[in-house]
């Protein structure tokens, strides 16, 4: 008759070995060593059938009770190693994301630049989203789409620069940022409020008032019952919001083929306050940019019923406006590059 097995002989030294095991792969082989098939639990409990039936049983639950504290003990020391393992490896791969202050500034963004993204903010704190758009367009959605059709007077107002794609004067590079408003009312119902900055180009020679490639916002609203007093408001807020409390802006009758009725719109001048020098002639104004209602044709041309939409447009340059509030006297001072004058700002 076989002898009886001692499960806390059995499990006496493989406690101590599990506890002390450095990684999981040591412990893998530990498990198969101590509780595999070949282990003395194993042999230990095919030996139990050489005892009596009573001492089978109770041999039995000890050896049982000895594998289970054993399994226990392997898979908690599973679970630290693991960790700590994994603990290991992520302090291995971690990326160093801190930012790197240097010492002495190597650079700031331009001008034009920071006056753009002051201007998306401050139309964004209005409510209006930002869109943009190509700037290589057709004809049709620079110009006919806008109620500028084929042979409009209007078109010599804007010199333009044609790229030698498809039918002759069919592209070419956008001559304002308006083509975006038609493209956002075709992909969009009303309401809309939107406002879309970005670089325009027309064959102007160069000198201290104009570039061949500037830079515009535009804002477009669409919704039921705009009225042109909106209009106004907006670009009294707008100014306000932007210039500074004490600023205002005003109206003065004008002419754009997208727009009727059409004007242009001066705020307080920015060097006098309004009290009037030679930047203002006297005046207390300076003109900013171009606005009015949309013309039904442009609503028609997109598939809205001007019946009952109604909305304005505005316009300006991003440029002229970096020029009024930094006291700049030629533009051309933007596009240098001349450290000397960017350091300034």
Not at 24 to 29: A, D, Q, V, Y
Not at 216 to 230: H, K, P, S, W
Request: glycine share 8%; hydrophobic share 40%.
């Amino acid at each position: 008759m076989s002898a009886r097995p001692d499960p806390e002989a059995l499990v006496a030294g493989a406690l101590d070995r599990v506890a002390a095991a450095d990684g999981t792969e040591e412990l893998r082989m530990l498990e198969a060593e101590l509780a595999g098939k070949r282990s003395p639990l194993a042999a230990a409990k095919a030996a139990l059938a050489g005892l009596e039936a009573g001492e089978r049983r109770a041999a039995g639950m000890a050896l049982n009770d000895a594998r289970r504290r054993l399994e226990e003990a392997m898979e908690s020391r599973r679970r630290e190693l693991e960790s700590s393992e994994r603990q290991a490896r992520l302090a291995t791969e971690r990326l160093d994301l801190t930012e790197a202050v240097p010492a002495r500034r190597r650079g700031h963004l331009h001008l034009v630049t920071q006056a753009r993204d002051r201007l998306e903010d401050t139309f964004i704190g209005m409510g209006y989203t930002v869109a943009e758009g190509p700037e290589a367009e057709t004809d049709w959605y620079n110009f006919e789409a806008l109620n500028f059709p084929a042979g409009h007077p209007a078109r010599a107002m804007y010199d333009t620069f044609y790229l030698e794609w498809g039918p002759p004067e069919s592209t070419l590079l956008r001559t304002h940022t308006s083509p975006v408003q038609v493209r956002v009312m075709e992909r969009s119902e009303p309401p809309i409020y939107v406002v879309v900055p970005g670089r325009c180009y027309r064959v102007d020679t160069p000198d201290a008032s104009h570039l061949p490639v500037f830079h515009q916002i535009e804002g477009l609203v669409v919704d039921r019952g705009i009225t042109f007093g909106a209009l106004a408001g907006t670009l009294d807020a707008f100014t306000e919001a932007y210039f500074g409390p004490g600023f205002r802006s005003r109206l003065r009758p004008s002419y754009f083929p997208f727009t009727e009725p059409s004007a242009e719109f001066d705020i307080t001048c920015v060097f006098c306050k309004g009290e009037g020098c030679r930047t203002c002639a006297r005046t207390g104004w300076l003109e900013l940019g171009g606005c009015g209602m949309v013309h039904p044709n442009v609503f028609r041309a997109v598939g809205y019923d001007p019946e009952v939409w109604s909305g304005f447009a505005f316009g300006f340059g991003i440029d002229r406006l970096v020029m009024m509030r930094h006291g700049i006297d030629d533009i051309r001072e933007l596009i240098t590059n001349d450290v000397r004058f960017l350091r300034q700002f």
